[in-house]
């Protein structure tokens, strides 16, 4: 009898980063003919959409083998006592912030693995100062290493830091992969460019971001495109919606914004890409811009992430990002960039056919 996969996604509403990370689920497992379901732990009341099953508890999940936590921080203890009780609060799921923190650890962080489950955490991020609240954190960590058979990490901070929380024996189940954004399939990576760059601001919440893009516009003779609702898709069209904005994407000569998913997205379409954050030395919450810079670090492209002490961009900003622009364009015909992301997203890939076949 073949394996039952039960994969648990991060509940979200209109974000497209977070419904890139669910569809490289569907196309992973689809290709590879596994029998799977998506999950998601918070649901709105009035959600009728069925893109997912509601896991309430364990019983919810009482007729899957294998439970894996696919992507973003959901298993991170950070998510635990943040993110899940503020949207568990929000969408009146709990009545109380403890309430809800105790069904995420019930569901993410228990000290053993159900009775015949194994649990698999999948592209997750382990970026954040856990030795700053150790008796919060701590119980949390070991739990963790009780119940998970393995863990595979996003980047290589989250390894490095991750390690060193847990014990000796421990390390060798914490494997480095990638984004799961990363998985998706990307049918039209050789399609024709458009005398265009695509562009997308919101998470850093930085001033004067049209001057920037006009400034582009002078300097490379390319027209910016805002794919303007990236944080909003339609509900009643999400593959369609997301589609249009990665063809938007994928027809561009490069990409330009201050946000992760955007990033990841452009780099999985084999677009070259232009970041800014702000200047930040660790992972807070999270939407930080930290998690930006260890993306850019680990694929060898820091060279393009500039990194700003406040909110507004000025001219020397507009010249960094426009150099980079130029380089792009001037570079490309000769060499890519992405070398070292094709080979980690192959390892990756591998890992977790392994992982499916066990």
Excluded at 101 to 115: M, V, Y
Excluded at 284 to 299: A, C, P, Q, S
Excluded at 317 to 329: P, T, Y
Aim: net charge neutral.
């Amino acid at each position: 009898m073949s394996q039952r996969f039960a994969i648990v996604c991060a509940a979200h509403d209109s974000n497209s980063g977070m419904h890139s990370v669910d569809q490289a689920a569907k196309d992973f497992l689809d290709e590879r003919d596994v029998d799977y379901s998506l999950f998601v732990a918070q649901k709105r009341a009035n959600d009728k959409s069925g893109d997912y099953l509601l896991a309430q508890d364990w019983g919810d999940l009482k007729e899957y083998d294998k439970v894996i936590y696919w992507g973003d921080f959901t298993v991170n203890p950070t998510y635990g006592h943040r993110s899940f009780p503020w949207r568990s609060q929000s969408w009146k799921i709990e009545s109380s912030r403890k309430k809800a923190i105790a069904r995420w650890q019930a569901l993410f962080n228990p000290e053993q693995a159900p009775e015949g489950k194994s649990l698999y955490a999948v592209g997750q991020n382990f970026q954040h100062d856990f030795s700053a609240d150790p008796e919060k954190f701590s119980p949390h960590l070991k739990n963790l290493q009780t119940s998970f058979t393995q863990v595979f990490v996003r980047d290589t901070f989250s390894l490095q830091n991750l390690s060193r929380e847990v014990d000796f024996g421990y390390m060798d189940n914490i494997r480095l992969g990638l984004d799961c954004a990363f998985l998706q399939k990307e049918a039209a990576r050789g399609e024709d460019k458009h005398p265009t760059f695509a562009y997308y601001f919101n998470r850093s919440k930085l001033e004067n971001t049209q001057e920037l893009v006009s400034y582009l516009e002078r300097r490379t003779g390319l027209k910016g495109v805002n794919v303007a609702r990236w944080l909003g898709l339609k509900k009643q069209e999400r593959p369609q919606h997301f589609e249009s904005m990665k063809q938007t994407i994928r027809q561009s000569t490069f990409a330009l914004t201050d946000t992760y998913h955007f990033a990841v997205n452009a780099m999985n379409a084999r677009r070259p890409v232009v970041s800014i954050g702000r200047r930040s030395a660790e992972q807070t919450g999270t939407l930080g811009d930290f998690k930006k810079k260890i993306l850019f670090r680990m694929l060898d492209l820091e060279r393009f992430y500039h990194e700003i002490d406040d909110a507004v961009l000025g001219e020397q900003q507009f010249r960094l990002v426009g150099d980079s622009a130029e380089r792009f364009l001037e570079e490309e015909a000769l060499t890519s960039p992405f070398g070292l992301l094709e080979t980690k997203t192959s390892e990756f890939t591998r890992n977790l056919e392994s992982l499916l076949a066990d």
